[in-house]
């Protein structure tokens, strides 16, 4: 970060506040298990910076979450929600478990628990959490039915990324994936390329990499290769994103898509690929769309690809991206790449408190528009000032907060409502 304070001459005392998160909840999480026992895991509510507004971002249900990881995934969210000038400061929260080996029912007593366990601190006016890793649209709706519970009353606008008839908003849950693809069809359009001459691998097929890959696909790009948690799989006459995501639903893995019966991905066309060795593919694009610290410097001299999209937050490390900038392999940055999730989520919030809903082109629209707008001017920064797309994406975003912290004068943090 220094050089991005020093390119915008950012004063100590703004410094010193986003050198650490503003405040950090911890909570046991006591569950009663389908068994009669009793599990207890630990969970987190990080609330980064709020300098700008409530602060956003999405709870993530995973067995490697630590307090750094949520800390840092909230300091991405707030350098976020700056870079594409929404009202927001960043949060993020995690609880360490893994969801696979609890049934439906101890899935929703511990997504309510995360609830009454941070009930006093989230709120539409202070923290709005939202899907990552392993949360989805029936846990938002869970979680926001047990705030309502405890409050006694409808507030929609506390969770986004809800089901429809929660109050979600049309158009949230492929807006991650859509989002990313309308930043990388800008990036191909500036670099004078065609999407059906560019060779795709996707890293991480969940909510994010899912849309991302049938969008793509949909758009003309040639998807290669695909991976999930377990697995990968490649095809040189490329993947059809729609019959892998009905097989991945249908086993819970890409691993055995060689035995699938559909032509577009039969033995003859797919072989199996490992999970590292999709990193290391000769294609156009890599997209990053699982977790953090993929690319490193242990692996960033292996890469064959042309450029990077990280969809998924920092899969990116900071070794990693030394390395892609000394070998000119450009990284469009998770902080716009994958921006089109929390603007939608921004939409919802909106929508919930207005007590009015919108249209899917509606809501299309304000995606785009937003998205054209900042991704742009990140293009362009890195393009005059001839620095990498992260550097300019970052300037947008700390430019704004540092602007808003002078703002609100020396005395108002310490003394203010933000107190
Ligand atoms: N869901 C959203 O709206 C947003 C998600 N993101 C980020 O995108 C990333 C993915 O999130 P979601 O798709 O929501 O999560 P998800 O839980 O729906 O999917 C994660 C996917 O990554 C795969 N995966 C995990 N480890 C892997 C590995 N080592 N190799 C290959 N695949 C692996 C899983 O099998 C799964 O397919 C995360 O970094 C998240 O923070 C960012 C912005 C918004
Ligand atoms: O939709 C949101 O509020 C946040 C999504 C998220 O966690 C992210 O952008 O990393």
Redesign the pocket.
């Known amino acids: 970060m220094a050089d991005i304070y020093e390119w915008l001459e950012v004063a100590d005392d703004s410094r010193h506040r986003l050198g650490q998160p503003k405040r950090i909840h911890q909570a046991s999480l006591s569950v009663r298990m389908d068994d009669g026992s009793l599990r207890v895991f630990p969970a987190w509510r990080v609330q980064y910076d709020d300098t700008r507004g409530p602060t956003?971002?999405?709870i993530r249900f995973h067995p490697d979450v630590t307090e750094d990881e949520v800390a840092t995934?909230s300091f991405?969210?707030t350098l976020?929600c700056a870079a594409v000038d929404l009202p927001f400061g960043g949060a993020?929260g995690g609880i360490c478990v893994d969801p696979k080996t609890l049934s439906r029912m101890e899935l929703e007593r511990l997504s309510r628990s995360y609830i009454r366990a941070f009930h006093d601190v989230i709120g539409p006016e202070r923290d709005?959490?939202?899907?990552?890793v392993n949360t989805n649209a029936i846990i938002m709706g869970w979680m926001v039915d047990e705030y309502a519970q405890i409050e006694r009353r409808h507030v929609p606008g506390v969770i986004?990324?809800k089901p429809l008839g929660l109050g979600g908003s049309i158009g949230?849950e492929q807006a991650?994936g859509a989002g990313a693809l309308q930043v990388l069809d800008m990036w191909v359009k500036r670099q004078h390329q065609e999407p059906g001459d560019l060779r795709v691998a996707i890293q991480g097929f969940g909510n994010a990499g899912q849309h991302f890959a049938r969008l793509a696909h949909d758009a003309g790009y040639n998807i290669v290769a695909l991976s999930d948690s377990q697995g990968a799989i490649y095809s040189e006459e490329g993947l059809d994103p729609a019959p892998i995501l009905r097989h991945k639903n249908r086993t819970r893995e890409l691993k055995g898509m060689v035995y699938c019966d559909d032509s577009v991905c039969d033995a003859a066309q797919t072989q199996p690929l490992s999970g590292d060795d999709l990193l290391e593919l000769d294609v156009d694009v890599l997209v990053l769309a699982a977790l953090e610290n993929q690319i490193t410097d242990a692996n960033a001299d292996r890469v064959r690809a042309g450029a990077i999209v990280e969809i998924a937050?920092g899969p990116v490390s900071t070794g990693g991206d030394r390395v892609l900038q000394d070998r000119n392999i450009p990284v469009i940055p998770d902080i716009i790449a994958?921006?089109g999730?929390?603007i939608?989520?921004?939409l919802e919030w909106v929508q919930n408190r207005m007590g009015d809903y919108w249209s899917g082109e509606a809501v299309e629209k304000q995606l785009r528009r937003r998205l054209e707008r900042e991704a742009n001017a990140c293009f362009n920064l890195a393009e005059e000032k001839a620095i990498p797309l992260r550097t300019a994406a970052y300037i947008q975003g700390v430019g704004r907060i540092v602007d808003a912290m002078a703002q609100q004068g020396t005395q108002g943090y310490f003394n203010g409502h933000h107190g």
């Open positions: 956003k971002g999405g995934l991405w969210m976020k993020k709005i959490p939202a899907p990552d986004t990324g949230r991650t937050n994958n921006a999730g929390v939608v989520s921004h």
